[in-house]
């Protein structure tokens, strides 16, 4: 296997394994923001701008995956 066909699969690994874990964060976050308004309806509005701010903290590690993966490709 030639250093080209490695680069590739590094930057798979990097995407694949750096947005996995996000995600699963998203759902469970989400999954909780959910148990807590049907709990709770009154308090909607705070958990919901709670729960975008977790998802948008979540979301910024798989967009250093995509860097690393962006990386390993052109350097």
């Given at each position: 296997m030639d250093s080209e066909g490695l680069k590739y699969i590094a930057m798979a690994?990097?995407?694949?394994?750096?947005s996995l874990g996000p995600g699963i964060g998203i759902g469970l976050?989400?999954?909780?923001?959910?148990?807590?308004?049907?709990?709770?309806?009154?308090?909607?509005?705070?958990?919901r701008t709670l729960m975008i701010l977790g998802?948008?903290?979540?979301?910024?590690?798989?967009?250093?995956?995509?860097?690393?993966?962006l990386i390993i490709k052109f350097v």
């Open positions: 690994l990097a995407i694949g394994l750096g976050l989400a999954n909780g923001a959910l148990n807590a308004i049907g709990r709770n309806p009154e308090a909607e509005g705070k958990i998802i948008a903290f979540a979301e910024a590690i798989a967009i250093y995956a995509l860097v690393v993966a």
